[in-house]
């Protein structure tokens, strides 16, 4: 006898909480994880909202006091009520945070408190405190952000709920040339000029550092094989890092003096190297169609 799998519970979560505790904090990571998400929704409609075809990404869904009708009890009837259906899996978190600290943010932005009117900031803390008071008690989570960086936050959301659909950091590997610029927007460059230029070698000129003789002549030098495996250690140990500390694009990047012969050939065998260590990377070379150039390699020293 053949089991049937049983069907695919889409997840959703709720994420509501104090003004200025974070939420859209919180909601902009969990899009970064791969949760399509709604900020300030009608709550009224959630049961609209889930009512047809749930299969797909999970879904983050926003709201907080400024909801038109928002009442806490009947936000929480309701969700009980979709949690008994076999293809939802329904979670709530609460963003917490001291009053002290929400009064810190308020005048830091300078902006005014849903519920204070013509009131001080606190005293519409102290209001939206009494109304969130049923949630805050029937959430399944809490996160109190009183002592938190924006990155503190963006951590606690990806340790909670990044497991879900893991996000894969996009390596970029690429070569370029000193003389035509520099790239923007790199966050490691490798300047492999302390290497022999190729270019002034008989026949290696018109080549680039995807051709064999290139490579060869660039390998044999008695720097190169101690010097790559440093910077392929470095690299393998820092890339881990940035995926743990939520960075979402690295970029790579070796410069030479034209961006047609070291540059390219350590790209590639670094990017080559990042495979073997688990790693995707995309590999770009700015410079390789360039006219071989004396104006552009310079003087025949390096």
């Known amino acids: 006898m053949v089991s049937e799998s049983a069907p695919s519970r889409q997840r959703i979560l709720l994420v509501t909480g104090m003004l200025g505790a974070g939420k859209s904090t919180a ?8 949760w399509e998400s709604i900020d300030n929704f009608p709550i009224r409609l959630l049961d609209r909202l889930l009512g047809g075809d749930t299969s797909g990404h999970p879904l983050a869904i926003g709201f907080d006091c ?7 009890a009947e936000v929480i009837e309701e969700v009980k009520a979709l949690s008994g259906r076999d ?3 329904i979670t709530t978190l609460f963003l917490d945070c001291a009053g002290h600290e929400l009064t810190r943010r308020f005048d830091e932005t300078r902006r005014r408190h849903f519920l204070a009117r013509d009131l001080p900031v606190p005293a519409g803390i102290k209001a939206e405190r009494e109304l969130l008071a049923p949630m805050r008690r029937w959430a399944d989570v809490l996160i109190d952000t009183t002592d938190f960086t924006t990155n503190d936050l963006k951590q606690r959301i990806r340790d909670q709920f990044g497991q879900t659909s893991p996000r ?17 927007a790199t966050d490691l460059v490798f300047d492999m000029r302390f290497l022999d230029n190729p270019h002034w070698q008989p026949g290696l000129k018109e080549l680039t550092g ?36 939520g960075k979402s694009y690295v970029n790579i990047a070796f410069g030479c003096t034209g961006g047609r012969h070291r540059s390219v050939f350590t790209a590639e065998l670094m990017a080559q190297a990042l495979r073997e260590g688990g790693f995707s990377p995309t590999v770009l070379h700015r410079n390789l169609g360039s006219r071989a150039a004396e104006l552009v390699e310079g003087s025949k020293a390096p």
């Open 27 to 34: 909601l902009r990571e969990l899009e970064d994880l791969g």
């Open 66 to 72: 400024r909801t038109r009708g928002f009442v806490p």
């Open 87 to 89: 293809d939802l899996e």
């Open 168 to 184: 894969e950091m996009t390596v970029t590997v690429s070569s370029f040339g000193f003389s035509r610029g520099m790239p923007p």
């Open 210 to 245: 995807l051709d064999a003789p290139v490579a060869e002549y660039i390998a044999s030098n008695p720097v190169f094989e101690s010097s790559f495996a440093r910077m392929r250690d470095l690299l393998l140990e820092l890339l881990p890092q940035y995926a743990a500390q």
